[in-house]
Each structure stands twice: as structure tokens, then as C-alpha cells.
């Protein structure tokens, strides 16, 4: 979802600084600065598939967050607010 918001805003995404440093726009722009935790938690949610250590509890609770954070940016994107930046 980070890399459609930024694809159509025209910002750099290819890689995982990139990606982060584009959350912290989305959530500025936004005004909404807990799409950056949510964010985290579905990186959390990533790192866990090759590693394995978060209970089942957390997996859930993350996966919740991560749902949420994409269904904002699907939001944000569905209701025209992502002008692309010149």
C-alpha cells in the first residue's frame, strides 16, 4: 500500500529507508502520526514470517494494525487526496 501512495505521488520507494522516510510523509500529511507505528508493526509483521518469534496473540493484534494502516491508505487513495508532487 506505502508503494502505491508513493508511486502516485512520485516518491521514491525502492528500498526500505525509502519506504519508511515515505510513511513519515503519508503520516504528516495526513496529520495522522500513528500510521507510522502501524507501519512498524506490519514490518514486525514481516521479519516474523522468516523468524518465527511473535506469539499467536501478537500476530493477530499486528495484523489488525496492519489492516488498518491499509485500509486508510486505501482511503486516502480512493477519495483523490494523493496529488502527484512536481
Known amino acids: 500500500m506505502v508503494k502505491a501512495w508513493a508511486t502516485a505521488k512520485g ?3 525502492n ?3 525509502w519506504l ?3 510513511v513519515d510523509k503519508l503520516a ?3 496529520k495522522e502520526p500513528f500510521l507510522k507505528k502501524q507501519f512498524s508493526l506490519a514490518g514486525m509483521l514481516h521479519t516474523n514470517l522468516y523468524e518465527g518469534w511473535l506469539t499467536k496473540d501478537e500476530v493477530e493484534d499486528n495484523a489488525s494494525e496492519a489492516k488498518l ?3 486508510k491508505i486505501k ?3 480512493k477519495n483523490g487526496k494523493v496529488k502527484k508532487r512536481d
Open 11 to 13: 516518491i521514491q520507494h
Open 15 to 17: 528500498g526500505h529507508a
Open 20 to 22: 519508511f522516510e515515505a
Open 28 to 30: 504528516k500529511e495526513e
Open 69 to 71: 494502516f491499509c485500509d
Open 75 to 77: 482511503e486516502i487513495i
